[in-house]
C-alpha cells in the first residue's frame, strides 16, 4: 500500500486524530499537499521510509525529503529551496554552518572519541565556556547526548540533593519523550496510553498569555503563582520545580515577575527551580539562557537542540556547585558523555554567536518581526494574537476574536500554501503558527516571510466564510 493510501486508511480509521503538539501526519490536508507537490522520486522515498522505520504521529509518514540543508534555507528533492522557520531549533548559527563544520573536521583528525574514565581538553574547554557564561553560581556541567537524557540526569540529581522524589510541573509541556520525560511533561499526545507513569509528578496549569484560564495575564496578580504556592503548601515533599522558561511549541511568555515569586517559593518550600531551555537558549530570547530576561538564577538549567550546530547531537545539564553531589552514583554516565567531537561543535556555535553579535542581532530584528506581525492582526481578522520575544513568534488564529475559538483547520491549510511559497514553520496547538527562525537572518528575509504569510492567510480567507469579522 502506497504512503497515500495508507494515510488515508488511517483517517478514515480515526477521524478524531489529534492537533496538538503539530501538524498531523495524517490528515487530509497533508495527504492532498503531497498529491500535487511530491514528485515520483521523492514518493520513492517517502515509501521506503515508511516501510522501514517505525510509524508514529509527529514523523514517519514524513512529508518530504530533503537533499540539502544550508544557512535559513533546507532543499528538497525536486531542488526547491524553502526558508526553515521550524528546523527543530537546531539553526541558531544557520545550517551546515562552516565554522561548525570545520571545528568538527579538525577535531575528527585529532581526536574523535573519548572512552569512559577519560577525559579530554575540548570536553573541558566546553564545560569551562558554559559554566563562565551562565551566572552566579552554575559552574557545574554534565554533558549527554540529547537534552531528554539532561532531563532524566536532572531528576536524578534532584533526588539525591533533598531526598525527595516527586516533581511540579505544568500541563502543555514538552521536556522530551522518554517515560521520565513525559511524566513531568504535559502534552496527551506523548502521554496517552503509556501509564503508569513516574510516580509524584505533580502538574498545575500553565502559563497561557492568551488563554489563561486565570483571566488576563495583564490583571490576573499572578494567580498563576498563587496557585503553585497552593499546591507546594499542601504537597510538602516535591523536590523539583521544573518549568519551560518560555514554551517554545506555542510561544508561552510568563509575566514579568512570574520566576521571581517562582524562586522565593522553591526556597520557602525547599524545592530546586530547573528550568529547560532545550530549544530557546543560545540566543533565541536575545539572551544566551532565557531565563536572564527574568533576573533571576535556576538550581539547575537545560540546553541543547542547537548546542550542536544541528551537526552532532548534544545537550548539557548546568548546575549550582552546592549540586555536586552523586559521587557516590552515576547520574549520567553515557557513552558519549564526554564527546570531543560534539565539544568541538558547540564551542564553535557559542564562539559564532559572539564574534558575529548574535545576540544584539536578534534583539534588534525581533523588535522589526514583531512590528511586522502587529501590522498583520490589524489587517487580518483571523489572528486573534501576536506573541513573542527575539526570534521566537507566535501568530495565534481563531475563528472569532471574541470566543477565541481556535482555527485549526486554516492553521494547517495556511501552513501547506506557505510550504508551497517557501517557507516552512510550526504549527502547534493546532492553531498556533510558530515562527523560529535561525537567528542570521536577515532583515529582508524576515519581510519575505511575512509576505508570504499574508498572502497565505488572505488566500484561505478569500475562500471560506468560516472566520467572523
Not at 510550526?426 to 532583515?443: A, D, R
Request: charged residues 25%; neutral net charge.
Amino acid at each position: 500500500m502506497s504512503v497515500a493510501s495508507r494515510g488515508k486508511a488511517l483517517v478514515e480509521k480515526n477521524e478524531n486524530y489529534r492537533k496538538g503538539e503539530g501538524d498531523i501526519n495524517t490528515s487530509s490536508a497533508r495527504l492532498a499537499w503531497q498529491e500535487s507537490h511530491i514528485d515520483p522520486t521523492t514518493r520513492a522515498i517517502l515509501e521506503a521510509d515508511e516501510k522501514y522505520f517505525l510509524h508514529q504521529s509527529l514523523s514517519t509518514p514524513c512529508l518530504n525529503a530533503l537533499k540539502s540543508c544550508k544557512g535559513i534555507y533546507i532543499e528538497d528533492m525536486t531542488g526547491k529551496k524553502i526558508m526553515d522557520f521550524h528546523g527543530n531549533n537546531v539553526h541558531q548559527v544557520g545550517f551546515s554552518n562552516s565554522e561548525v563544520i570545520d571545528a568538527v573536521k579538525k577535531q575528527l583528525d585529532e581526536l574523535s572519541f573519548c572512552t569512559r574514565r577519560y577525559t579530554n581538553s575540548r570536553a573541558i574547554e566546553l564545560a569551562e565556556k558554559l559554566s563562565s557564561l551562565a551566572p552566579g553560581d552554575l559552574n557545574k556541567v554534565l554533558l549527554a547526548p540529547g537534552a531528554t537524557s539532561s532531563i532524566g540526569i536532572a531528576l536524578k540529581l534532584a533526588r539525591i540533593s533533598t531526598g525527595r522524589f516527586k516533581t511540579l510541573s505544568a500541563w502543555d509541556a514538552f521536556h522530551g519523550a522518554s517515560l521520565d520525560a513525559l511524566s513531568i511533561g504535559g502534552e496527551a499526545t506523548f502521554r496517552e496510553g503509556l501509564g503508569p507513569l513516574l510516580p509524584g509528578t505533580e502538574h498545575v496549569l500553565p502559563v497561557n498569555n492568551y488563554r489563561c484560564v486565570w483571566g488576563e495575564c495583564k490583571n490576573c496578580g499572578l494567580k498563576c503563582v498563587k496557585y503553585i504556592e497552593f499546591v507546594l503548601s499542601k504537597e510538602r515533599d516535591i523536590g523539583a520545580v521544573i518549568l519551560e522558561t518560555i514554551r517554545n511549541t506555542d510561544v508561552q511568555i510568563p509575566p514579568k515577575g512570574y520566576y521571581s515569586e517562582i524562586r522565593k517559593l522553591c526556597d520557602k518550600y525547599g524545592a530546586l527551580l530547573i528550568l529547560d531551555e532545550t530549544a530557546i537558549a543560545l540566543g533565541r530570547t536575545g539572551k544566551m539562557f532565557a531565563f536572564e530576561n527574568y533576573s533571576v538564577e535556576p538550581d539547575m538549567v537545560i540546553i541543547g537542540k542547537g548546542l550542536g550546530g544541528g551537526i552532532i547531537p548534544l545537550s548539557a545539564l548546568i548546575v549550582r556547585e552546592k549540586l555536586d553531589v552523586a559521587v557516590h552514583t552515576a547520574i549520567g554516565h553515557y557513552t558519549h558523555e564526554k564527546s570531543p567531537v560534539g565539544s568541538a561543535a558547540a564551542l564553535a556555535v557559542i564562539k559564532y554567536i559572539e564574534d558575529n553579535s548574535l545576540l544584539s542581532h536578534t534583539i534588534k530584528l525581533g523588535i522589526y518581526l514583531k512590528k511586522r506581525l502587529k501590522e498583520l492582526a490589524k489587517k487580518h481578522a483571523i489572528i486573534g494574537n501576536i506573541r513573542g520575544i527575539g526570534l521566537l513568534y507566535a501568530i495565534e488564529l481563531v475563528k472569532d476574536p471574541i470566543t477565541k475559538e481556535p482555527a485549526t483547520d486554516a492553521a494547517e491549510k495556511v501552513m501547506y500554501s506557505c510550504l508551497e511559497k517557501g517557507l516552512s514553520f510550526k504549527v502547534s496547538q493546532g492553531n498556533v503558527l510558530t515562527l523560529s527562525p535561525p537567528l542570521i537572518i536577515s532583515e529582508k528575509e524576515l519581510d519575505l516571510a511575512v509576505t508570504i504569510i499574508d498572502k497565505a492567510i488572505s488566500e484561505y480567507c478569500s475562500k471560506t466564510e468560516d472566520i467572523k469579522l
